[in-house]
């Protein structure tokens, strides 16, 4: 039997997450086209015939502007250094930069096994494929590298029994119906800020977090959540909250369908907006987040 850990890591917006959530079968990950939308680690587990794995998905290793990007990085980074497989994800539909550049130099100072996953591979043509694989082997040495597309599942199933092939012997690490290792809260807490990066607009995602206050389960089966959605500038309220509350409304309908979902019951959903400046740089807001500090 095969026993370990895999971590995803890479650019924001390399489809990190999406892969999570296909290979586990379950949404662990929130999914946005907003970068920097995963802020701390996520492990999944999944068990094949062949063994168990831990799969971990990370931040995007950019460059930190903020105590809570500092921390972003540092989760990502700490992870390269206690897994047993590494598999860097790159987005092949866009041409490679200097983050692409640096998250290969950054795998010269582990000896872990890397295998390359070439994502979105349903956005380009072949022909461009071969030449970036050739431009990655000429940069490293990885074990393997497999072309996929996260999104439509195209060797998805090959990559997962390579990451089986390179992992150690051993026994499972989790019992056989354990799935991550976040707790309900998180979960709650992503799933409102899902929405609301899917649904304002673009500069806003940055400086927002959500913090669930409670959850209290009521007499009649229902499950009442309050959150607070934070922003970092007076500005920015009013585009939550939107025309006579119409985008807070919006987004509080979309986020009890998929907390309905998640929890398999009825919900009451509570969203106040709070203004929090620099919130991004509070040690202890950023601790009540769930997001790591580096060990």
């Not at 690490?173 to 707790?183: E, G, I, N, S």
């Not at 019951?265 to 106040?272: A, E």
């Amino acid at each position: 039997m095969k026993a370990g850990f895999v971590s995803f890591l890479g650019r924001p917006n390399a489809g990190k997450s999406t892969l999570l959530n296909r290979i586990v079968g379950h949404k662990l990950a929130i999914v946005s086209d907003k970068p920097q939308t995963t802020r701390t680690r996520i492990v999944g587990v999944k068990n094949y015939e062949e063994g168990q794995v831990a799969f971990v998905d990370t931040p995007g290793v950019h460059k930190p502007t903020h105590r809570m990007n500092v921390r972003m990085v540092d989760v990502a980074l700490e992870a390269m250094r206690e897994v047993d497989v590494l598999c860097p994800v790159v987005d092949v539909s866009v041409k490679p930069g200097p983050g692409d550049r640096y998250l290969v130099n950054l795998l010269r100072d582990v000896k872990t096994p890397a295998i390359l996953a070439l994502n979105k591979v349903d956005l380009i043509a072949k022909p461009k494929l071969l030449p970036v694989i050739d431009g990655y082997q000429k940069q490293h040495p990885f074990v393997e590298i497999v072309p996929i597309s996260a999104t439509d599942g195209t060797n998805v199933d090959v990559l997962e029994k390579l990451f089986l092939q390179y992992l150690p012997e051993g026994e499972p690490l989790y019992p056989a119906d354990y799935v991550t290792d976040q707790p309900e809260r998180f979960f709650v807490g992503e799933i409102v800020r899902e929405q609301v990066l899917q649904l304002t607009h673009d500069e806003l995602p940055f400086s927002t977090a959500v913090v669930v206050d409670r959850i209290e389960q009521a007499d009649d089966g229902i499950t009442n959540i309050y959150c607070t959605i934070l922003v970092e500038r007076e500005s920015q309220k009013p585009i939550v909250i939107g025309r006579a509350g119409a985008m807070i409304k919006q987004i509080g309908i979309a986020a009890r369908a998929e907390l309905e979902k998640y929890l398999g019951s009825r919900v009451y959903l509570d969203l106040h907006v709070k203004v929090k400046a620099e919130w991004r740089d509070d040690e202890r807001l950023l601790d009540e987040l769930g997001l790591e500090r580096n060990r």
